[in-house]
């Protein structure tokens, strides 16, 4: 799909997609008890719609009411015995939350997705399935795991993605007796483990730092609970953006109080406004895309911590500076940084490109807002926020949809 973006102004009131983040962690926590539990405010986007039918394929049972009300009935995934592969499609979170998962089943479990996700690394947990004797088969009929955790206790680096914190912290929650996980410093991304742990509390799971590098997990039962999913702060970054370029945009739903780390761009964006800013993003990766727009469209910045914005959906730093590069800015990627330079930004010389990746539409629509241009593979929003474009057309920016398959 390409999408046409002429240049106008933002205002209004809008709601933001709940967090994609928090959706994942509740329907695996349902999935584990031992009865029904209902979660409110799901935005289906792929990458959840992934996780519900890769649970669907391990027998839980999920229904859906006209009023977007998630029923789900657990089940115990130690009986748990698949009949087909689970296909995470692009989610990362899926992948990565279910292989420990699918290792307690009862019978060796298959998990595919697509050709860019099954590129990205899984490193940490061929590591950890090989001194824990399980088994971890790679090729090009995706990962077959067996063989069962058991509690203990384990040591893991914090700097690598907490995506696989959270899916060894399912695993052992699962485990009778007490776990341990021994996190290497420094820890990167503490905030989305800090969304596990509380997710897991929720659902009845005693998990906790006992200190700043170690977590202690408890035996127990999950129990069923009825839950609402909370705004998404990694979404409603994208709406609060376009008031940094003279809207006037109100972002409703959002949980003041969240533990969401995406919601630190509240403080970024004035310093972005103010002036040139240096920040370290090593805890909030996803809001690299849109920094990186603001800051070319204000005053620049320089950016720390961006060494794993190389396997996120896209080589993201690569891929903002060969976009921002059609409307006259400049990007340097260094080791584990990157720099802007604020500039004169003007229409894209072509088209941009979208990578397939959700966040590099959304930062250049963004600043298209105030040039003009189109983006080729504007659909792969779709993966987050399947709204966007229509959320942008409701707060007044004229958005023009083609099918380019036609």
């Given at each position: 799909?390409?999408?046409?973006?002429?240049?106008s102004?933002?205002?209004?009131?809008?709601?933001?997609?709940?967090?994609?983040s928090?959706?994942?962690?509740?329907?695996?926590?349902?999935?584990?008890?031992?009865?029904?539990?209902?979660?409110?405010?799901?935005?289906?986007?792929?990458?959840?719609?992934?996780?519900r039918e890769?649970?669907?394929?391990?027998?839980?049972?999920?229904?859906?009411?006209?009023?977007?009300?998630?029923?789900?009935?657990?089940?115990?995934?130690?009986?748990?015995?698949?009949?087909?592969?689970?296909?995470?499609?692009?989610?990362?979170?899926?992948?990565?939350?279910?292989i420990?998962?699918?290792?307690?089943?009862?019978?060796?479990?298959?998990?595919?997705?697509?050709?860019?996700?099954?590129?990205?690394?899984?490193?940490?947990?061929?590591?950890?399935?090989?001194?824990?004797?399980?088994?971890?088969?790679?090729?090009?009929?995706?990962?077959?795991?067996?063989?069962?955790?058991?509690?203990?206790?384990?040591?893991?680096?914090?700097?690598?993605?907490?995506?696989?914190?959270?899916?060894?912290?399912?695993?052992?929650?699962?485990?009778?007796?007490?776990?341990?996980?021994?996190?290497?410093?420094?820890?990167?991304?503490?905030?989305?483990?800090?969304?596990?742990?509380?997710?897991?509390?929720?659902?009845?799971?005693?998990?906790r730092?006992?200190?700043?590098?170690?977590i202690?997990?408890?035996?127990?039962?999950?129990?069923?609970?009825?839950?609402?999913?909370?705004?998404?702060?990694?979404?409603?970054?994208?709406?609060?953006?376009?008031?940094?370029?003279?809207?006037?945009?109100e972002?409703?739903?959002?949980?003041?109080?969240?533990?969401?780390?995406?919601?630190?761009?509240?403080?970024?964006?004035?310093?972005?406004?103010?002036?040139?800013?240096?920040?370290?993003?090593?805890?909030?990766?996803?809001?690299?895309?849109?920094?990186?727009?603001?800051?070319?469209?204000?005053?620049?910045?320089?950016?720390?911590?961006?060494?794993?914005?190389?396997?996120?959906?896209?080589?993201?730093?690569?891929?903002?500076?060969?976009?921002?590069?059609?409307?006259?800015?400049?990007?340097?990627?260094?080791?584990?940084?990157v720099?802007?330079?604020?500039?004169?930004?003007?229409?894209?010389?072509?088209?941009?490109?979208?990578?397939?990746?959700?966040?590099?539409?959304m930062?250049?629509?963004?600043?298209?807002?105030?040039?003009?241009?189109?983006?080729?593979?504007?659909?792969?929003?779709?993966?987050?926020?399947?709204?966007?474009?229509?959320?942008?057309?409701?707060?007044?920016?004229?958005?023009?949809?083609y099918?380019?398959?036609?």
């Amino acid at each position: 799909m390409r999408v046409k973006i002429e240049p106008s102004r933002a205002t209004g009131r809008i709601v933001a997609p709940t967090s994609k983040s928090i959706a994942h962690r509740m329907l695996i926590c349902a999935s584990l008890c031992e009865g029904e539990s209902h979660i409110s405010g799901i935005t289906e986007c792929a990458d959840v719609i992934a996780t519900r039918e890769c649970l669907r394929a391990l027998g839980v049972k999920v229904d859906i009411d006209s009023r977007g009300v998630y029923t789900v009935r657990g089940i115990n995934i130690r009986r748990a015995f698949p009949r087909e592969s689970l296909f995470a499609n692009e989610s990362g979170s899926t992948l990565r939350f279910l292989i420990p998962l699918c290792a307690m089943a009862a019978a060796p479990v298959t998990l595919t997705g697509s050709e860019k996700l099954l590129s990205r690394p899984l490193s940490v947990y061929e590591e950890i399935f090989s001194k824990e004797g399980l088994s971890f088969v790679r090729d090009d009929g995706g990962i077959t795991v067996s063989g069962g955790f058991h509690s203990g206790e384990y040591t893991v680096r914090g700097d690598i993605s907490s995506q696989f914190i959270t899916g060894l912290l399912f695993a052992l929650s699962l485990c009778e007796g007490r776990s341990i996980i021994h996190l290497i410093p420094p820890v990167e991304s503490r905030s989305y483990i800090d969304l596990t742990l509380d997710a897991m509390q929720l659902f009845g799971i005693h998990a906790r730092f006992l200190d700043q590098f170690t977590i202690g997990i408890e035996s127990g039962r999950y129990q069923p609970r009825e839950v609402t999913v909370e705004g998404d702060y990694s979404a409603s970054a994208f709406l609060e953006a376009l008031n940094l370029l003279g809207g006037e945009v109100e972002v409703l739903g959002m949980n003041e109080n969240t533990k969401q780390g995406d919601s630190v761009y509240r403080k970024i964006f004035p310093k972005i406004n103010k002036g040139f800013v240096t920040e370290d993003i090593s805890d909030c990766p996803d809001l690299a895309p849109i920094l990186f727009a603001l800051s070319a469209a204000r005053h620049g910045g320089r950016f720390l911590g961006t060494d794993r914005l190389k396997i996120k959906e896209s080589d993201r730093a690569e891929a903002m500076r060969s976009e921002l590069l059609k409307l006259g800015a400049e990007l340097t990627v260094g080791d584990n940084e990157v720099t802007v330079a604020g500039s004169a930004l003007h229409a894209p010389t072509s088209p941009i490109c979208s990578h397939n990746d959700h966040r590099i539409v959304m930062a250049m629509a963004t600043l298209l807002t105030q040039v003009g241009g189109e983006i080729e593979g504007a659909e792969a929003v779709a993966k987050s926020y399947p709204d966007y474009f229509s959320h942008l057309r409701a707060l007044g920016i004229k958005v023009i949809e083609y099918d380019t398959d036609k």
